[in-house]
């Protein structure tokens, strides 16, 4: 703005000075080159308060903060625009009123024709609101910031549109193992296994997310340390204002847990539901085995009478051959019963290695010369309770089925080992110590869908005459009985193993009675309301009590709670009966003790030896009880 002119066209002159007076969003005013205020407009007036009156002949700092006048700003303003040809600054300004403003500030020098500075001209803006926008976007920016970085349970970070890191929260270090300076740069798919980048998912998801706008997905992503983790994934594209993509947000969630508890949960369910499904079928063929035993007795026994009476040797020959039939009706029979876990056993410890060693030769007579077949025994193995015999013919059933089911050749192994179990993991289990007797083959193996089905009764896909399919329904019955349980893996095409599990004896003894705990009962009685009863008058006695309807159901419970002191059984029951319960406890736990109770007692005498066994008549009162089962 040359003075120059300012003074020789007055029209020019006029007209800038109505601009300049007018404009009332800037403070428009000149100062001396000492800083001595020489004019004013309506801008200066309005932000700074002042009139031209009272200001014009005042020094300029007199609208600096009196921190900024210690410093010597003003004077320095001046000087840098008079070096520097413009001085422009923010900061804190001071009205009439005291007031503060956060003022924008540019300084020019003004010079004449020959170059000597003749003052100064500054123009001021109040941009204090502009600022307190500013600070509270830098402010709700930063408060964001840190919120996206203090979130530890999602990974949160962005990608450029090329998928490139761009940022890390505490989230995204915790779950993938990464710092910042290791990932930020890097591309995304460094998360993803090696199939999934192979088949390109990295930049599939991207696509999906940049035309949906969004993407959500699961899947297995890798950590540093090389550990996968299931992810639950959302991708968001983000546009700026014109539409352009300019890069994503990704949220990862670690549902790992959340997936196996699911899993777990179905796993159980389904086990439930199968070995709910296993128990009826056991009851139901129990009871048909039960009576048909009895209708085979009545044409056994009447054959045998016959064959006395009958001398005729055509006749003799059609008895001989009826008394084959029951022969094998009755062997059919037994093997019911031992699925239905009803059939006597005689339980024992035993060391499992030598059980297999001692029937061996047995095992390798029945596999053919085609297959090679191996047993491959644990060092050292823990005893475990069953009954030898029937253990035997479990074994030599699974080879046999092995045998079937490798025609062509192959190999069979018998492995044992120890393993230790967590609950549930093998059915309906609980946690703990277990022989494991695993029968490999490398045959057909069995189509999932039939996994389940093998082990029901009558349950074949040999031809007619071949199989009865009876066979693992009794080693399932044995290992049900035995406490343990028979676990099947197998894919079609690929070899099938069935791993019988037994509870392995711990070699110290039973150490459960540790003095503070309370005695436990188990209370045997299939009439509902007397159980309850006795349920009650045995806890009022200070004892922790167990209840069970039958003696099935007892032995079922006590391979659960093998700790349990005292088995209380009533006599007359129906199935097993309280005397053949006795006994099968006796054998199964040789330290429990045991009292029976029979309204008949001189009867069950009768029917039933009961040994050394107490024997309490019933109606029992609190006293005798108390009594009895302090003296066992
Ligand atoms: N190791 C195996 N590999 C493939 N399939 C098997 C195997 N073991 C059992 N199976 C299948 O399970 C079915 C039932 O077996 P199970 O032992 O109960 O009866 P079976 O062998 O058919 O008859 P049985 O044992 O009475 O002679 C078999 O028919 C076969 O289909
Ligand atoms: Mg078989």
Request: glycine letters at 8%.
């Amino acid at each position: 703005m040359p003075t120059q002119h300012l003074t020789t066209e007055l029209n020019e002159n006029e007209r800038l000075h109505l601009l300049v007076a007018a404009v009332t969003d800037y403070a428009i005013y000149m100062l001396s080159p000492q800083g001595v205020i020489i004019s004013w407009n309506a801008g200066a007036q309005r932000f700074k308060g002042y009139t031209a009156n009272e200001i014009i002949g005042t020094h300029f700092s007199a609208f600096y903060t009196e921190a900024d006048k210690a410093v010597d700003l003003p004077n320095h303003a001046l000087k840098i625009a008079e070096a520097e040809g413009q001085f422009e600054a923010e900061g804190w300004r001071v009205r009439k009123d005291g007031t503060r403003f956060w003022a924008n500030v540019v300084i020019d020098p003004i010079r004449d024709h020959g170059g000597q500075l003749i003052g100064f001209a500054k123009v001021t803006r109040d941009i204090t609101e502009r600022k307190r926008a500013a600070n509270v976007l830098r402010e709700s920016e930063e408060q964001f910031r840190l919120l996206v970085q203090g979130v530890t349970d999602y990974a949160i970070y962005m990608l450029s549109p090329e998928g490139i890191i761009t940022n890390w929260n505490a989230g995204a270090k915790r779950i993938k193992g990464y710092f910042d300076n290791e990932v930020i740069g890097t591309h995304f798919s460094r998360f993803y296994t090696d199939e999934d980048r192979q088949s390109n998912r990295p930049s599939q998801t991207l696509n999906k997310a940049a035309i949906e706008g969004r993407f959500e997905s699961e899947g297995w992503r890798v950590r540093k340390d090389g550990t996968s983790f299931w992810a639950h994934v959302v991708v968001d594209a983000i546009q700026n204002d014109m539409g352009e993509l300019i890069g994503f947000a990704k949220v990862t969630r670690d549902i790992t847990e959340r997936r196996e508890a699911a899993a777990a949960l179905e796993k159980a369910q389904l086990a439930l539901f199968q070995s709910q499904k296993m128990e009826s079928m056991g009851q139901i063929t129990g009871g048909v085995a039960h009576d048909f035993n009895n209708l085979l007795n009545v044409i056994t026994n009447g054959l045998a009478i016959l064959q006395s009476r009958i001398s005729d040797s055509k006749d003799l020959k059609i008895i001989d051959t009826m008394e084959r039939a029951a022969q094998r009706g009755a062997t059919l029979i037994q093997q019911l019963l031992t699925f239905a876990r009803q059939q006597p056993s005689n339980p024992s410890p035993q060391n499992l290695n030598s059980v297999i060693r001692s029937f061996e030769s047995i095992l390798r007579r029945a596999n053919d010369r085609r297959l090679e077949f191996e047993i491959t025994l644990a060092a050292k193995l823990p005893d475990v309770n069953i009954d030898p015999g029937l253990f035997e013919s479990a074994l030599l059933n699974l080879v046999v089925n092995a045998r079937d089911a490798t025609p062509e050749g192959g190999n069979i192994t018998v492995q044992t080992s120890v393993v230790n179990l967590k609950e549930n993991e093998i059915n309906s289990l609980l946690a703990g110590d277990y022989v494991k007797v695993e029968v490999r083959d490398s045959g057909h193996g069995i189509p999932t869908e039939l996994i389940e089905k093998i082990i029901e009764p009558f349950f074949t896909t040999k031809p007619l005459g071949k199989g009865t399919g009876l066979g693992l329904s009794q080693v399932y019955g044995f290992a049900k009985q035995s406490c343990g349980d028979l676990h099947i893996s197998s894919s079609q095409g690929h070899g099938t193993v069935i791993s019988l599990f037994f509870p392995a004896l711990s070699n110290t003894g039973d150490t459960a009675s540790s003095g503070r705990k309370l005695e436990q009962v188990l209370i045997v009685d299939d009439q509902p309301d007397v159980l309850d009863m006795a349920i009650d008058l045995i806890k009022m006695l200070g004892y922790e009590v167990y209840g069970a309807g039958s003696g099935e159901e007892a032995i079922r419970i006590l391979c659960d709670h093998s700790d349990i002191d005292i088995l209380f059984t009533d006599v007359m029951m129906p199935g097993m009966n309280g005397v053949e319960l006795a006994r099968h406890v006796k054998r199964m736990l040789p330290s429990i003790k045991i009292l029976l109770a029979s309204g008949f007692t001189g009867q069950a005498k009768n029917i039933d030896d009961i040994g050394d066994f107490r024997l309490i008549p019933k109606p029992y009162q609190l006293a005798d009880i108390a009594k009895e089962l302090r003296i066992i």
